[in-house]
């Protein structure tokens, strides 16, 4: 949900004894203000209001139909739980940050408002079960939107690619010339990077597909509870089986942030080369002004900050991810309340991706490409030295021989000044091998050893164009909403 005004002035007001800890019953004094403040978490898991309303509907029903609870009190507390979605909805209430957490607002505010009934509500669970169930909620929800994300980048790449497929643009390896390829292999490159990301989101979304409400505080309950009607009301795909691990798995959120730092790893890598990219030395793409920024002392620049950024923030989602590992790597089952820390960084990860996700998607798709400057990264460094090497073995020779004649043609060529093979006149590369003959000189072109990688999976206009067809038909068979 949307971040909440800490204000209630001009809502309504939730006082009273209902609001008071759901613990507090065992103890003779309240705790110590300054207690209260360190422990609360409504600020971070006020997001998970309308998954914590849900679950408690589910469970209120399933209340009703086991007779632990009467219908007409199932009926009410439905309904209660109904009005404060609405009126969280329209703003009509505002989240009360006097409450401990979220599930405290939900369950004093519902009896505010319909009375005893809504003390029912809690009956059969505990906070533990309660939390993990709104984590598993809130995930199933949200994620899909990042997904959805991840396809419209993927199109836009999918886009400029379709257009580059004849665009030269060397490949690098050590950041050193390596072979002639295009503007639309590397950029499809990113893509499967990306369609990899999906697809880890994905898995991670069949594990967090269960529900462990009716677990308890770890050993369960002696009343009726039907944890599968629950799990049915809620669309879950079945139950969690062990009590004892529902309420302290944290699984999911240790594995849905290891999925978003994977996927700001490559967003990191691709924003590198767009930062290089844009240099003055390389020139190949020319950021849009919209996606740039100026310098407060030098009134020529025009800086690619939000590649930056996001490059920058890749330390934020890492940190993330090393929190919940550490906070989780010495816990003894079951629950125990270092797990309330495990919101902030899975929040935090998700956040971070979600937005550098957007802006990337916006800088990219406006974007200019400056084809001769990337045509021109083809010329010299001897990236066609492996073609010398292949020519020779489509003639019989062996490759490792052949390579050593590759080689040899590279060292002629410097030690006459030249930069490039194809400038050594015939008589110079036979010098090399008698295999060489004039036909070489067409075979050995940027273009022609673009153009000659037709294995499935290379650079090719052929291969780009079968790459292409096959990402447009993974975005459009998985869009989410």
């Not at 959805?148 to 950041?175: P, Q, W």
């Not at 052949?402 to 110079?428: N, T």
């Not at 010098?431 to 294995?455: N, Q, V």
Request: net charge negative.
């Amino acid at each position: 949900m949307a971040q909440t005004n800490k204000s209630n002035a001009g809502h309504s007001a939730i006082t009273g004894d209902n609001h008071k800890a759901l613990w507090s019953g065992r103890f003779a004094e309240g705790p110590d203000a300054a207690a209260v403040e360190f422990e609360t978490s409504i600020y971070v898991d006020e997001r998970m209001a309308f998954d914590d309303i849900h679950g408690s509907m589910a469970h209120a029903k399933m209340l009703g139909e086991q007779g632990i609870i009467s219908k007409e009190e199932s009926k009410s507390i439905v309904e209660g739980l109904s009005s404060i979605e609405k009126d969280l909805a329209d703003g009509k209430l505002s989240i009360d940050y006097s409450a401990e957490d979220i599930h405290s607002f939900v369950e004093a505010t519902l009896t505010d408002r319909i009375g005893e009934a809504g003390k029912k509500l809690h009956t059969g669970r505990s906070r533990n079960d309660q939390i993990a169930l709104d984590e598993r909620l809130y995930l199933r929800r949200v994620i899909p939107t990042l997904q959805d994300n991840i396809i419209t980048l993927i199109e836009t790449l999918v886009k400029i690619a379709s257009e580059n497929r004849e665009t030269l643009l060397t490949g690098y390896t050590h950041m050193q010339h390596a072979q002639p390829g295009t503007l639309a292999q590397h950029l499809l490159a990113w893509s499967f990077m990306l369609r990899r990301d999906w697809s880890r989101i994905e898995d991670s979304l069949k594990r967090v597909d269960f529900s462990p409400l009716g677990s308890g505080a770890l050993q369960g309950s002696t009343l009726p509870l039907d944890r599968m009607m629950v799990a049915r009301e809620l669309g879950f795909s079945g139950i969690t089986e062990n009590s004892l691990d529902s309420s302290s798995d944290r699984d999911y959120c240790l594995e849905f942030t290891s999925d978003f730092a994977i996927l700001q790893s490559h967003l990191s890598r691709m924003c590198e080369e767009i930062v290089l990219w844009s240099t003055t030395e390389f020139a190949f793409i020319d950021l849009s002004e919209r996606w740039s920024t100026g310098s407060s002392i030098m009134p020529q620049k025009k800086n690619p900050d939000f590649a930056e950024l996001i490059r920058g923030r890749t330390g934020k989602v890492y940190g993330d991810l090393i929190n919940l590992l550490t906070m989780v790597k010495g816990l003894p089952l079951a629950y125990d309340r270092d797990m309330q820390e495990d919101k902030a960084p899975l929040f935090d990860a998700l956040d971070t991706v979600q937005n550098n996700i957007t802006v990337f998607t916006a800088m990219i798709s406006s974007a200019k490409w400056n084809v001769q400057n990337l045509e021109k990264s083809c010329e010299g460094g001897f990236a066609n030295a492996t073609d010398v090497a292949e020519y020779l073995v489509r003639k019989g020779m062996p490759f490792r021989t052949a390579h050593g004649v590759a080689a040899k043609c590279v060292r002629m060529a410097i030690d006459s000044g030249l930069s490039r093979i194809e400038d050594l006149p015939i008589e110079k590369l036979k010098e090399a091998s008698d295999l060489i003959c004039d036909d070489i000189y067409s075979l050995i072109t940027p273009r022609a050893c673009m153009e000659g990688r037709k294995t499935a999976g290379g650079p090719s206009p052929e291969c780009t164009k079968v790459q292409i067809e096959t990402l447009e038909k993974f975005c459009a068979e998985n869009r989410k909403l």
